[in-house]
């Protein structure tokens, strides 16, 4: 995986951009911008918050910022990271037809259906984390130099701790469940906005009032995500045989 060189830069540069760079670029836009006087907190913005009127204009637009949209912007980490990382791992040795000779060696194939998903999503979640940390110490610096409210609060717990590996769990599981429908690792990225879509929306629909995604929302989601990966983790892991894919692969020669 690591050979390969636009998914090494993938892997390096998609988080560093996503969780640093637009914090830092947000709050100095937000530090710098002229606010002309008298002017409060937008109405609207609070309400969404579901703040109290304390917050002054920087503030409420930076609390929004890491409330609202930098949650989408973390969780598209692990459904990156991991199709990237499964991508690489599946469809990365069927492209280079060794796939064949793994399947047909010693190790049985659901110990390397089990190696390849958890190994691909341990490396997703370890991603993550370590973004996670380079966000909050750019946003917690951002917070004290604007003195806007801490963003970490419950929705953010459950998304580090329930909803982020549950998201990356299920991109990995997804990925190697239509591993004989897709023939290279190109292919396999293109997954990504697939998965993306539905975490993206519903965040963008946040942003009209129409819902609101409370901590409970976020609880009930993680287990939903959970049980479905879960189950289609079973599912693919009795797909994965030789006799299967080799199949597969031998009609997509002819």
């Excluded at 890491?66 to 990365?92: E, H, N």
């Excluded at 060696?105 to 490396?123: D, E, I, N, P």
């Excluded at 006799?243 to 031998?250: A, D, N, V």
Aim: proline letters at 5%; hydrophobic letters at 55%; aromatic letters at 10%.
């Amino acid at each position: 995986m690591w050979k390969r060189k636009g998914i090494r830069s993938l892997l390096m540069l998609t988080p560093f951009a996503l969780l640093m760079v637009s914090p830092l670029v947000y709050s100095m836009v937000i530090a710098l911008l002229p606010v002309p006087a008298g002017s409060g907190a937008p109405r609207q913005v609070l309400e969404l918050l579901d703040s109290p009127q304390g917050l002054n204009y920087r503030q409420a637009w930076f609390s929004a910022f890491t409330t609202l949209i930098c949650p989408a912007l973390f969780l598209s980490v692990p459904v990156i990271c991991s199709v990237a990382c499964a991508s690489v791992s599946f469809l990365g040795e069927k492209e280079a037809g060794t796939l064949e000779t793994v399947l047909l060696s010693s190790m049985s194939a659901r110990s390397l259906y089990h190696s390849k998903v958890f190994g691909c999503t341990v490396l997703s979640v370890l991603l993550s984390l370590i973004s996670f940390l380079v966000f909050a110490l750019t946003v917690s610096v951002a917070d004290l130099v604007l003195l806007a409210p801490f963003f970490l609060n419950l929705n953010w717990l459950i998304l580090l701790l329930l909803l982020m590996p549950a998201l990356a769990f299920f991109s990995v599981v997804f990925l190697s469940l239509i591993i004989d429908r897709v023939a290279s690792v190109g292919e396999g990225l293109q997954t990504m906005g697939y998965l993306l879509l539905p975490f993206l929306l519903l965040y963008l629909i946040q942003l009209t009032g129409a819902i609101k995604l409370s901590a409970l929302f976020l609880l009930g989601l993680s287990v939903l995500l959970w049980i479905l990966s879960i189950v289609l983790f079973n599912v693919s892991m009795h797909r994965f045989v030789p006799q299967r894919l080799l199949q597969h692969s031998g009609e997509e020669e002819v």
